[in-house]
């Protein structure tokens, strides 16, 4: 049952009543969306969430379980594709105010990464001023740069 307060939530009613941008729907299945992070100076910081409104990763149905780290795993492996990052980071908080909707940051971490914003330091990249932001049209752009390598694993909608 999706939750007024609740970004994520909005965020997919929009989506089943008029669609969303490449950025706020980069792939998705019957289970999970993943969009580009929101007001982010890194390129390629996506967010996969729960298409249901979940706040706590023990109340995922066995069903989301179980495809959670081939999204993982699969998004990791796209973004190499395409950012050339050496690694990612996948992290789960949903601790912020109207973002308590469990949803798992896969972050790519380039070998160019100042060494400041490496391990929880990435975070930091989340509090740059605006005009250090990924536009929406730069988000676009990796995402349907995404779209295309995703198709050539399992199935993600």
Not at 13 to 27: D, I, M, Q, T
Not at 41 to 66: F, K, M, N, Y
Not at 81 to 107: D, L, N, P
Request: with cysteine; aromatic share 8%.
């Amino acid at each position: 049952m999706p939750t007024p307060d609740c970004y994520s939530c909005g965020k997919e009613a929009e989506a089943e009543s008029s669609g969303l941008p490449p950025r706020e729907c980069v792939a998705q299945d019957r289970h999970w969306r993943v969009a580009h992070a929101l007001n982010t100076a890194l390129p390629g910081w996506l967010v996969l969430l729960p298409r249901r409104h979940v706040v706590a990763v023990h109340d995922l149905t066995d069903a989301e379980a179980s495809s959670l780290g081939v999204w993982q795993v699969g998004l990791s492996r796209a973004l190499r594709s395409v950012t050339g990052c050496t690694k990612t980071y996948v992290v789960q908080f949903a601790e912020a105010e109207g973002f308590a909707h469990v949803h798992f940051h896969i972050v790519p971490r380039t070998a160019d990464l100042l060494p400041e914003h490496r391990g929880r330091g990435v975070f930091d990249l989340l509090r740059r001023p605006e005009q250090e932001w990924v536009t929406a049209e730069q988000a676009d752009r990796m995402a349907l740069a995404l779209r295309t390598e995703l198709r050539g694993g399992p199935n993600y909608g």
